[in-house]
């Protein structure tokens, strides 16, 4: 089992910056890769970012790429998502899910869920 908890959300302003983390526990985490989610209301679900946990290898959607950064922290079990030069449009909840080995911009392949923080970015 791996738990799950973020953290960050909040309102912000367009052109603003959030830092979202993602603390993570349980067994074997370094064979699992992080990505953090986002759904928007009455839209689905759709990826954001992943980060291996231990090559650092990254992904990024197309609308948020120059713009938001993942990087992970080891010693503590964080990923984080630092949010910069934030839109209206990124206005949504944000999950953070973990899958062994392989990152997908697929979330029916991750197998464990934080339960979002939610990020409101005003006009």
């Known amino acids: 089992q791996v738990q799950l908890v973020e953290s960050g959300g909040g309102l912000v302003q367009a052109g603003g910056s959030l830092r979202l983390s993602c603390a993570a526990s349980?067994?074997?985490?370094?064979?699992?890769?992080i990505s953090w989610f986002r759904q928007a209301p009455g839209k689905e679900r759709e990826f954001v970012s992943g980060i291996t946990w231990t090559g650092g290898n990254t992904d990024y959607a197309d609308s948020v790429k120059g713009r938001f950064t993942i990087s992970r922290d080891n010693a503590k079990n964080t990923v984080s998502l630092q949010m910069n030069s934030l839109k209206p449009e990124d206005t949504a909840v944000y999950y953070c899910?973990?899958?062994?080995?392989?990152?997908?911009?697929?979330?029916?392949?991750?197998?464990?869920w934080g339960q979002g923080t939610q990020v409101t970015v005003s006009s």
């Open positions: 899910a973990a899958r062994r080995f392989l990152l997908s911009t697929m979330e029916t392949r991750y197998d464990f």
């Open positions: 349980g067994r074997t985490l370094n064979t699992y890769g």
